[in-house]
């Protein structure tokens, strides 16, 4: 866990709390480490690293997702990031692109191969086209083209040249899950649109992947960025397969609880998990978070009949907004300001929604309104 958090985050400080953690005390214990419960003074690179990551695929949600969780947040800083090549780009977690520090990058990449490599052999267009092909020589040929950045047309338009014989979307797609990609500035600047153009990490950063990954190492900072957590969490996190045999090895380390529903749930012994009663203030959070996407039971972010009024929190198109901790509403940007559609809420929740929303406009560049719109049961 970040010593930040643990040292100087207003929540830092555990409470007791027995055996069995409600959801409330989950959530509030999920969102300090989130950086949920106060913005946290703390620089852009520091916070994307304690996160492990913030969910990218959508460009502009990791400056979302920082604006909500760091005091002062500014773009410009993330984008010199990307430019610099301190933070990158890549598909990791769960197979889909993140924002990761450079060091990360190296180590979560290979980590997370056997996703890729379950992808790649599911995939319902490309993988009958790949079946008996040698793919060795084609991702050796790949990563040579990919030395330098490249868009998919023009990896295709080398492997066809070089395999005129086979399915040229089908081996470029297999460079994509075999080898580490990025994807290279300007895609994900501040204020940018481009077309997405890939390159090898170890051309990118001038370093290999790891090759010596400690999964331990990583569960522990899953935990500290989203515990208290079962098993079951951490493989939805990551999507990795025997992770029992891993927390049962890090038992020693740990501490366990369990939730209402008596499921094992695991802990770092120094981790914050404030009062379930402390206060948490509404939060506008981007399309894909993943604070909402990182457990196998989200009942401590979203209750059952929200979920079923607003849709799935992962809604394509809808950022989530948390009130009182939990996703009472949805919302996305339209022409003149950012349109909220939330569940019945007093007249206080929607005041302190609304003028929240305000602030993320201006932060977006959106527009001055924000348009409500309840959802009724």
């Not at 400080?13 to 055996?19: A, E, L, S």
């Not at 950045?149 to 990896?155: I, N, Q, V, W």
């Not at 929740?349 to 309840?374: N, W």
């Amino acid at each position: 866990m970040s010593t930040l958090i643990a040292q100087n985050h207003p929540f830092a400080q555990n409470r007791v709390v027995g055996d069995v953690l409600g959801k409330r005390a989950l959530n509030r214990a999920t969102l300090a480490r989130q950086l949920l419960l106060a913005r946290a003074d703390m620089e852009p690179l520091a916070a994307v690293r304690h996160l492990v990551g913030l969910q990218a695929q959508v460009p502009r949600d990791p400056y979302t997702g920082l604006w909500s969780r760091l005091d002062g947040f500014r773009p410009e800083v993330l984008s010199a990031l990307l430019e610099r090549r301190a933070v990158v780009r890549i598909g990791v977690m769960r197979g889909t692109i993140h924002l990761l520090t450079a060091d990360d990058c190296l180590v979560l990449r290979p980590l997370t191969q056997p996703v890729f490599e379950g992808q790649l052999w599911r995939h319902r267009d490309h993988s009958p086209q790949l079946r008996g092909v040698d793919l060795d020589p084609v991702v050796d040929a790949g990563r040579l083209a990919l030395e330098e950045p490249r868009t998919g047309t023009e990896l295709r338009a080398l492997l066809a040249t070089t395999f005129p014989t086979l399915d040229a979307a089908a081996l470029a797609y297999a460079c994509q899950m075999r080898l580490g990609l990025v994807q290279v500035p300007p895609r994900g600047l501040w204020g940018k649109s481009a077309q997405v153009r890939w390159t090898t990490a170890e051309a990118w950063l001038g370093r290999p992947l790891e090759s010596a990954v400690s999964v331990d190492k990583v569960v522990l900072r899953y935990l500290a960025a989203f515990g208290p957590a079962s098993v079951a969490d951490v493989a939805t996190w990551c999507r990795l397969t025997g992770l029992r045999e891993v927390v049962e090895r890090l038992r020693p380390q740990l501490v366990t609880f369990r939730d209402e529903r008596d499921r094992e749930l695991f802990d770092l012994p120094d981790a914050p998990r404030p009062d379930a009663d402390a206060p948490a203030p509404v939060r506008f959070l981007p399309e894909y978070d993943n604070v909402l996407l990182s457990h196998d039971d989200r009942s401590r972010f979203v209750a059952a009949a929200d979920r079923t009024l607003l849709g799935p929190v992962w809604s394509v198109g809808w950022g989530a907004v948390l009130h009182d901790g939990a996703v009472r509403a949805i919302w996305r940007v339209e022409p003149g300001g950012v349109v909220v559609r939330h569940v019945p809420l007093a007249k206080r929740a929607v005041a302190s929604i609304t003028a929240e929303g305000k602030r993320l406009g201006r932060f977006l560049e959106a527009g001055p309104d924000v348009r409500l719109e309840p959802v009724s049961r």
